[in-house]
């Protein structure tokens, strides 16, 4: 007989179908629209398992709100369209949902919330890519992915643990998981990586630096634990090595070099000791990348041919574009205009082939508007500001709306090479534009190349709009590093 003190559950809700999600499939099989959810998904470079049955559970209402993976293939699906009007309960609706309970589950999975935080369940919210572990998964994930994120200074930041594992306030301290990780440890983690690409996109590294290690500390108390599946230990590996990638940029495009050179060593040795060559090449990738940042080019373009030997066996010509790019930084740096063009002229042909399954989930950023901006970067390093304005100018417009700090971080450039070609006036507009957006990113390599824009303005304080911006760009408070 339960004691006096318990409260007695109560039955859930019966789901409600979502007839709106059934309208919009009009006359299609639920095989024929989940194959146009996959086509989508692979149009802006998400990676989701959508099936007759994924579509089903959202009609009959068991998806109460879908994952961001999915919500991003949604809103490309139908644009100018909300969750709610696709029949979706709102994200903050299902925030704080007690979550179901898990036979034997360890205490630790439902607590270290921190005081006035409830935990969070996602249901619905991870749909993995292999489909044969879906019904686990299904009742796993909420206790899981209970929460990764925490609200903090201007932005949405990320703060909480890995599945099972308790937050620690002590940097140095030792996470160790309860129990031996599986399929649900990976899938938390996997997930973790998305989340903090996605809080990146929208508000750039600084106010999520710090806030990410302790993910990353739990990742790798995971690694020691030990999987007890070689599948599971090979996603784990994968996982682990991503989110330092992911970190290691945070850290990288907050001005922390050192930190971000550690992070991706980190990744290279993990992708090492297992032979992953996605990772090897995506860490290469980022190092090539931090090397032309720190002035090291000759190092940039060794790393990025580094990269280009790793990834040509995985079929990704968007891959091999964008490594391309990464070596045309680098001989840029050297001030070598031949090596540079050629490379520049391999990355345009090898991004013209297209999408496909080869490429790797994290490269969802790299479009035409990335080519164009690093392009844009790569003239501007040869002092051909004109070249470099142009392709900046290009890269601003064709940005997806969803990557602000993208947005920015290409109107800056466009600012600075404007400046510098000797159109003060047009520079200022743009600088001006990129200040009313550091209210949403915070990006430390933004902010530095507004205040070298500024430095070149000062002798054109004259020129119409630019004092405007001179003294907005003096009043505004730079990020202080979290």
């Known amino acids: 007989m339960a004691s006096s003190t318990e409260t007695a ?67 490309h699906m139908f644009p100018g369209r909300t969750l709610t009007d696709l029949g979706f309960a709102p994200r903050s609706s299902v925030r704080g949902r007690a979550a179901r309970a898990i036979p034997d589950a360890d205490p630790a999975l439902t607590a ?40 903090g200074g201007g932005a949405t930041v990320a703060a909480a643990t890995l599945g099972p594992l308790r937050p620690t306030t002590d940097a140095t301290a030792a996470v160790r998981p309860p129990r031996r990780p599986g399929t649900p440890e990976a899938a938390a983690l996997e997930e973790a990586v998305r989340r903090i690409r996605l809080l990146d996109d929208r508000h750039g590294a600084d106010g999520l630096y710090r806030r990410a290690a302790a993910p990353l500390r739990a990742a790798y108390a995971l690694l020691d634990a030990g999987a007890t599946r070689q599948t599971t ?34 990744a290279l040795a993990t992708a090492r000791m297992t ?28 790393a990025a041919q580094a990269a280009q030997r790793a990834a040509r066996p995985l079929g990704s010509a968007r891959l091999m574009s964008l490594l391309a790019l990464r070596e045309a930084g680098g001989w840029a740096g050297l001030a070598d205009r031949t090596g540079c063009e050629q490379a520049l002229v391999r990355a345009q042909a090898l991004f013209e082939r297209g999408r496909s399954e080869a490429d790797p989930e994290w490269m969802s950023f790299y479009g035409e508007a990335e080519l164009e901006g690093l392009e844009a970067q790569c003239w501007s390093t040869l002092g051909d500001w004109r070249r470099a304005s142009r392709h900046a100018r290009r890269a601003a417009h064709l940005q997806d709306p969803h990557f602000t700090r993208n947005i920015a971080l290409y109107t800056a450039e466009l600012a600075d090479d404007l400046a510098r070609e000797g159109r003060p006036d047009e520079a200022a507009a743009a600088g001006l534009r990129v200040l ?47």
């Open 233 to 266: 230990a090979d996603r784990l590996h994968a996982g682990a090595g991503e989110l330092a990638i992911s970190v290691g940029w945070l850290a990288h495009d907050s001005g922390r070099y050192d930190d971000a050179r550690s992070h991706y060593a980190e």
């Open 9 to 75: 559950s109560q039955p859930e809700r019966p789901p409600r179908p979502n007839l709106a999600f059934r309208q919009l499939r009009g006359s299609r099989s639920p095989a024929e629209f989940a194959a146009l959810v996959r086509r989508a998904a692979r149009e802006i470079g998400e990676r989701v398992s959508c099936d007759a049955r994924y579509v089903g559970r959202v009609e009959a209402g068991e998806i109460r709100c879908p994952n961001y993976a999915y919500e991003r293939v949604f809103m």
């Open 436 to 482: 009313a957006l550091l209210d949403q990113v915070q990006s430390s390599r933004i902010q530095s190349m507004l205040a070298g824009t500024a430095r070149v303005l000062l002798p054109h304080r004259r020129a119409s709009g630019v004092s405007d911006f001179l003294e907005r760009h003096a009043s505004t408070p730079r990020t202080a590093r979290a």
């Open 275 to 302: 032979g992953d060559p996605g990772l090897e090449a995506h860490a290469f990738c980022n190092t090539a990348f931090l090397a032309r940042d720190a002035g090291r080019p000759r190092e940039a373009v060794r």
């Open 112 to 151: 270290g919330a921190p005081p006035g935080e409830p935990p969070v369940e996602s249901p619905g919210a991870f749909e993995p890519y292999d489909t044969h572990e879906n019904d686990q998964l299904n009742h796993e994930e909420s206790d899981v992915l209970r929460r990764a994120f925490m609200t």
